[in-house]
């Protein structure tokens, strides 16, 4: 097997690997499998999945540097593309099905309920990111500028476990995790960028 063929498995494997929770929702949907509250269980399990990949697209470039595997990052954009998707389905759902369209109930929850104030802002700010993901964007807003811009992943993620955390009423364990990883995630950053000032 040649390495474009080998290219090309891994990069399948990846995309189908990222679409298969959408596929396994949409199947317990289907089924009447998604309990007592399907739409809560539908809206949770949209923005937790978006939450993972999401922490899986920050994981991508420790690991490639750590692994010495620096073409792990040309998977960055697909993951990161696929969170955006997950969490757009996941506010789609929220405002559609959930509120039925009814902005003005979406905008008093938004004002009111702090864990949907921080799930918007982390939205808005996502939005900027998944539209210059392409390479004529980067282009035309130029390496340096397009690197600044996505630095705001490392509020954007931030945002998304305190959402989370914040939703859960019982059981705070999953998002705690989440928490414990991105603090590593970001603490690893913080320490590459030291020894980068400091060489």
Same mark, same amino acid.
């Given at each position: 097997?040649?390495?474009?063929?080998?290219? @090309?498995?891994?990069?399948?494997?990846?995309?189908?690997?990222?679409?298969?929770?959408? /596929?396994?929702?949409?199947?317990?949907?289907?089924?009447?499998?998604? #309990?007592?509250?399907?739409?809560?269980?539908?809206?949770?399990?949209?923005?937790?999945?978006?939450?993972?990949?999401?922490?899986?697209?920050?994981?991508?470039?420790?690991?490639?540097?750590?692994?010495?595997?620096?073409?792990?990052?040309?998977? @960055?954009?697909?993951?990161?593309?696929?969170?955006?998707?997950?969490?757009?389905?996941?506010?789609?759902?929220?405002?559609?099905?959930?509120?039925?369209?009814?902005?003005?109930?979406?905008?008093?929850?938004?004002?009111?309920?702090?864990?949907?104030?921080?799930?918007?802002?982390?939205? /808005?700010?996502?939005?900027?990111?998944?539209?210059?993901?392409? *390479? #004529?964007?980067?282009?035309?807003?130029?390496?340096?500028?397009?690197? @600044?811009?996505?630095?705001?992943?490392?509020?954007?993620?931030?945002?998304?476990?305190?959402?989370?955390?914040?939703?859960?009423?019982?059981?705070?364990?999953?998002?705690?995790?989440?928490?414990?990883?991105?603090?590593?995630?970001?603490?690893?950053? /913080?320490?590459?960028?030291?020894? *980068?000032?400091?060489?």
């Amino acid at each position: 097997m040649d390495r474009k063929t080998r290219e @090309r498995i891994v990069y399948g494997a990846v995309w189908l690997a990222c679409l298969a929770p959408f /596929v396994w929702l949409a199947a317990q949907a289907f089924l009447a499998e998604l #309990g007592a509250n399907p739409i809560e269980r539908l809206i949770r399990q949209l923005g937790v999945w978006g939450l993972r990949l999401l922490i899986v697209g920050l994981a991508i470039t420790p690991l490639a540097r750590i692994l010495k595997q620096p073409r792990l990052i040309r998977f @960055r954009r697909t993951v990161g593309l696929f969170a955006f998707a997950y969490v757009s389905a996941h506010l789609l759902t929220y405002v559609g099905v959930d509120q039925y369209f009814d902005f003005g109930a979406v905008w008093r929850d938004i004002l009111k309920r702090p864990f949907i104030t921080l799930g918007m802002m982390a939205f /808005v700010l996502l939005v900027p990111l998944a539209a210059t993901s392409t *390479n #004529g964007m980067i282009r035309r807003l130029g390496p340096q500028a397009w690197r @600044r811009l996505h630095w705001l992943i490392y509020a954007i993620v931030p945002l998304g476990v305190v959402h989370y955390y914040l939703l859960v009423k019982a059981d705070h364990r999953p998002p705690l995790v989440y928490g414990a990883i991105v603090f590593v995630l970001l603490g690893w950053r /913080v320490a590459e960028r030291l020894r *980068n000032l400091r060489s």
